[in-house]
T-cell receptor, first 114, second 114 residues
Framework: QKEVEQNSGPLSVPEGAIASLNCTYS??????FFWYRQYSGKSPELIMS????GDKEDGRFTAQLNKASQYVSLLIRDSQPSDSATYLC??????????????FGSGTRLSIRP | EAQVTQNPRYLITVTGKKLTVTCSQN?????MSWYRQDPGLGLRQIYY???????DKGDVPEGYKVSRKEKRNFPLILESPSPNQTSLYFC?????????????FGPGTRLTVL
């Protein structure tokens, strides 16, 4: 079982709709969770971080964390063509003494259709 | 401007010819890391460093070396590159806090080994 799992997609969503991206993780001790956006050939860009159960909203983006079920999701409201990208879920691995051991999922490719 | 820089951005080389990819950050971050990204495999960590003179292996360290003589620089060295090291490489840095450890990525280096 992969430590961080995402559906690879592609996920196709009409413009203006809500895009929902999901991620599950295996280590119950994980404390920090991140969503990165990556355009083709470009570097990952952090768009959301979440550390406690519940929802966290930032503009059109909402991250949701459920530690009991070990999943984290990202909702994108009013999807725009510029949201078409690969979204990487990342989770810290508490088994390492350094905070910065981050495990990345393989990413979900999102396509917003006009 | 706070940033992570990498050089070169593109490199084509031949098997066995030693090369170095430089990485530098101006955010006074303690933690730095190298990743490679291959289609279908996501981001895989090569090496990381928690501070000056402190480095450790990631998930795919074979064929690579790193050094951390200064806080801002973290070069990646390929002593004898092989075609299976053809990949897109990213350097990243973060504060190194145990939980709040968002990583910031450089622009990437696309390496082709013939």
């Amino acid at each position: 079982q992969k430590e961080v799992e995402q559906n690879s997609g592609p996920l196709s969503v009409p413009e203006g709709a809500i895009a929902s991206l999901n991620c599950t993780y295996s280590d119950r001790g994980s404390q920090s969770f991140f969503w990165y956006r990556q355009y083709s050939g470009k570097s990952p860009e952090l768009i959301m971080s979440i550390y406690s159960n519940g929802d966290k909203e930032d503009g059109r983006f909402t991250a949701q964390l459920n530690k009991a079920s070990q999943y984290v999701s990202l909702l994108i409201r009013d999807s725009q063509p510029s949201d078409s990208a690969t979204y990487l879920c990342a989770v810290n691995n508490p088994g390492y003494s350094s905070a910065s051991k981050i495990i990345f999922g393989s990413g979900t490719r999102l396509s917003i259709r006009p | 401007e706070a940033q992570v820089t990498q050089n070169p951005r593109y490199l084509i080389t031949v098997t066995g010819k030693k090369l170095t990819v430089t990485c530098s950050q101006n955010m006074n971050h303690e933690y730095m890391s190298w990743y490679r990204q291959d289609p279908g495999l996501g981001l895989r960590q090569i090496y990381y460093s928690m501070n000056v003179e402190v480095t450790d292996k990631g998930d795919v360290p074979e064929g690579y070396k790193v050094s951390r003589k200064e806080k801002r620089n973290f070069p990646l060295i390929l002593e004898s590159p092989s075609p299976n090291q053809t990949s897109l490489y990213f350097c990243a840095s973060s504060l190194g806090d145990r939980v709040y450890n968002e990583q910031f990525f450089g622009p990437g280096t696309r390496l082709t080994v013939l």
